[in-house]
């Protein structure tokens, strides 16, 4: 059908277009046989009006007709048989329309055709086969219906032949134009349904296609399954690929995406059992190690030394022994200054003498624990106490805030009105644990430069894997709740926050307890007072359970007034160094909370 629409501008385009029957006057030969008809039947009708005058010029009409006739006929044949396009670079033979050459004899497809046209020389290869291969792979899926209907609707707007048409295409009339983009597109349908065969198709074979959809990461690069979980799966594509999940380390949001993404899993075997058996081990919370104290509120001290008297001893061995005056005075020699120099035996917290075979564990009742892997002997420094130096308000506030869901507290009396707060700062000690029957007890000593180390040291000499324990003699601030003691000793006092030698009744110490805020002060008792046993703490504890628990508690237990047992005094008085452990007076702490 587009084929015969070409004939008909070939019509229009020959001299002898006069004497063939034009549409308008005649019926249109839709097959090159009708055209033949036509002319056949023109000479016959003409044959039948003989006269003598005008038998040469008959003769003339018949033999251009004749000659027309031929004319018409080997174009029929060349336009029905195969024509292949003259460009030699190109040679289709199924274009979307053909041109005339420049030379206006041979035939070029309608792309060489313009090409020759614009640039003067014919299509190169390379171009010829590109061109190729893209027309194929357009049509070659359901979208180059698509592209056909967006071709169609620009030809009819544009009502051209092309964007080169710029460079000088042939030039034609209105009806011409709309003919041949007419059979341009009947035959790029019919291009589509056959394409057009390619040489080199294989190597653009892997090109991008226009219709595919660009992916944009949402994610890390290596995130697949965040990558493509939004992305809908395509239809009739049947099985899908197996995507790669495990090539590089998943990135770091990929935790938040597990978080949210609620998924089963099964735990490993051993990890099961060691969770059923109860062994499986826990870690505490996180806290950051410090190698010295900080001060939060005020300046570090920088007093000058005090310098003892010993000599240096000339049998080689240590100085600053029983007799050093600093010694007794619970104070630090100094690294410099000491007469003894080097063989100074008062600097042990200065040259961190400390047992370092410490393991934190975990226990029934008191979370977790300090012990020893090693035997540490009766009097040695076991560790350094500490933390952050904050004042009585600011351990309140903490306690209100930052500590409000804890279930342990890391306080430890520092100096009158100043707490050492472990609990986000510190050393291991603050995973020792209250008993009240300790081995080991708290010191404090000064350093040279007039700050004090808190230490904890052995009460006797402790066997390997023992845990440490010391007597927290807790200070409540403003009526704070009180803890029950589960040390399971024979000598528990039942609570925490009993003081040695107090007596408490069970009713006393819940109307205490009764909506107070836990804050609560370790104040350690001096090694003196925790040698002092009175006989009144020993009956205390008989009716307590060994377990810690007050159920059954003696109604013997006489209620006293919460203050400082004779023995601090009696101890603080001895030393005057002491003072710094003495005891806060509640009063005072209760004067404190009011302001
Ligand atoms: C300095 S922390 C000791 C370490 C703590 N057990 C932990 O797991 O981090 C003090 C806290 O331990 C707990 N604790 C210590 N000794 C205890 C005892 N004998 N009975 C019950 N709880 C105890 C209390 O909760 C207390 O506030």
């Known amino acids: 059908m587009g084929k015969v629409k070409v004939l008909r501008t070939q019509y229009n385009t020959r001299s002898a277009r006069r004497t063939i029957p034009t549409p308008e006057s005649s ?32 003769n003339l009409t018949r033999e251009t007709i004749q000659t027309v006739s031929n004319v018409i006929n080997t174009t029929i044949s060349t336009a029905i048989s195969e024509r292949i396009c003259g460009n030699p ?15 206006g004899t ?39 219906i698509k592209l056909q209907k967006s071709v169609k609707q620009r030809r009819s707007q544009n009502n051209c032949d092309g964007p080169d048409n710029d460079y000088g295409t042939q030039p034609s009339t209105t009806a011409q134009t709309t003919e041949l983009s007419l059979v341009d597109e009947d035959v790029m349908m019919s291009e589509a349904s056959t394409p057009e065969p390619m040489n080199d198709a294989s190597s653009i074979k892997n090109e991008k296609r226009p219709w595919e959809k660009k992916i944009y990461l949402n994610c890390g690069l290596y995130s697949v399954d965040l990558k493509y979980k939004d992305i809908p799966k395509r239809r009739n594509k049947g099985k899908q690929k197996e995507r790669p999940t495990e090539i590089f380390p998943l990135p770091i949001q990929y935790g938040t995406f597990l978080m949210t993404e609620e998924r089963n899993f099964r735990l490993p075997w051993d990890v099961m059992i060691a969770h059923k058996q109860g062994i499986l081990k826990r870690r505490p ?43 007794v005075m619970f104070y630090e020699c100094s690294l410099k200054d000491c007469p003894c120099k080097d063989k100074c035996s ?20 008191k979370g977790f624990g300090l012990r020893t892997k090693v035997p540490i002997k009766k009097g040695q420094l076991i560790i350094e106490y500490r933390g952050e130096v904050i004042s009585h308000e600011t351990a309140m506030q903490r306690m209100e805030t930052l500590y409000k869901n804890r279930r342990h507290s890391y306080f430890l009396d520092y100096e009158k009105g100043e707490v050492l707060d472990g609990g986000s700062r510190g050393t291991e000690a603050r995973f020792i644990n209250h008993s009240c029957a300790p081995n080991c007890h708290i010191e404090k000593w000064r350093a040279p430069q007039g700050e004090l180390f808190v ?53 006393s110490i819940k109307k205490k307890v009764k909506g107070a805020p ?34 059954s508690v003696d109604s013997s237990l006489a209620a006293t007034p919460t203050e400082s047992s004779p023995s601090i005094s009696s101890s603080t008085a001895s030393n005057p160094l002491l003072l710094a452990v003495d005891m806060l007076e509640v009063d005072m702490l209760d004067d404190l909370m009011e302001l």
């Not at 839709?30 to 003409?46: F, G, M, R, Y």
């Not at 497809?109 to 357009?138: E, T, W, Y």
């Not at 310098?307 to 100085?319: A, F, M, R």
Request: net charge positive; hydrophobic share 30%.
């Open 455 to 507: 230490g904890v040291f052995a009460s006797k000499n402790i066997v390997a894997r023992t845990e440490l324990t010391y007597d927290y003699n807790f200070s409540k601030f403003g009526g704070a709740e009180e803890q029950l003691c589960y040390c399971g000793t024979p000598t528990c006092r039942g609570l925490m926050g009993s003081k040695r030698g107090q007596k408490e009744s069970i009713k």
């Open 285 to 327: 919370a996180p806290y950051k190690k410090i190698p010295c104290n900080i001060f939060i509120e005020r300046r570090r001290k920088h007093e000058k030394p005090v310098v003892c008297q010993c000599i240096l001893p000339s049998d080689g061995g240590t100085g600053c022994t029983e007799e050093c005056y600093n010694r």
């Open 89 to 103: 670079n190109c040679q289709t033979r199924e274009p979307s329309a053909w041109r005339r050459d420049l030379a």
């Open 106 to 144: 041979g035939w070029l497809c309608n792309a060489c055709g313009l090409f020759i046209r614009a640039r003067g020389f014919h299509r190169p290869k390379d171009v010829c086969l590109a061109s190729a291969a893209k027309l194929q792979a357009m049509y070659s899926n359901s979208q180059s």
């Open 518 to 551: 836990a804050i609560t002060a370790c104040t350690p008792l001096s090694p003196k007072e925790q040698l002092v046993e009175t006989s009144a703490q020993e009956e205390s504890i008989a009716g307590l359970l060994s377990d810690g628990s007050l159920s």
């Open 346 to 365: 008062n600097q042990r917290f200065q040259k961190k003498e400390r047992v370092k075979e410490l393991e934190v564990i975990e226990t029934p009742n």
């Open 27 to 58: 019926s249109q030969p839709d097959t090159p046989e009708d055209a033949s008809q036509i002319i056949q039947q023109t000479v016959s009708s003409d044959s039948t009006i003989p006269t003598p005058e005008s038998s040469a010029q008959v």
